[in-house]
């Protein structure tokens, strides 16, 4: 098993940045794949970016790439995901979670963090 704990959230003016942290414990984390998600209140569950286990491969949802970059240390275990120009609509609960290959969706992550808060003002 492995244990996600996110960190980084908060609020923030539209058009600025933060860097999300989700470390991680227990089985050796460059064994997962890490995948970040998002939820709005009201809304389902929406695959923002993941990364494979190496951190070579790196993959986003169409909405979010160029202003957002997954990352991974895994002599640290842990994935970053850092948010520029952030816009209203990014506002959400964001979650780190891993399984053994990238995936969209969230159905098919095995092991999930307890969530962040990120809150956009305009």
């Known amino acids: 098993q492995v244990q996600l704990v996110e960190s980084g959230g908060g609020l923030v003016q539209a058009g600025g940045s933060l860097r999300l942290s989700c470390a991680a414990s227990?089985?050796?984390?460059?064994?997962?794949?890490m995948g970040w998600f998002r939820q709005a209140p009201g809304k389902e569950r929406q695959f923002v970016a993941g990364?494979?286990?190496?951190?070579?491969?790196?993959y986003y949802s169409d909405s979010m790439k160029g202003r957002f970059t997954i990352s991974r240390d895994n002599a640290k275990n842990t994935v970053y995901l850092q948010m520029n120009n952030l816009k209203p609509e990014d506002a959400a609960v964001y979650y780190c979670?891993?399984?053994?290959?990238?995936?969209?969706?969230?159905?098919?992550?095995?092991?999930w963090g307890q969530g962040t808060q990120v809150t956009v003002s305009s």
């Open positions: 979670a891993a399984r053994l290959l990238v995936s969209q969706y969230a159905s098919q992550y095995s092991y």
């Open positions: 990364i494979s286990r190496s951190g070579v491969g790196t």
């Open positions: 227990g089985r050796t984390f460059s064994s997962y794949a």
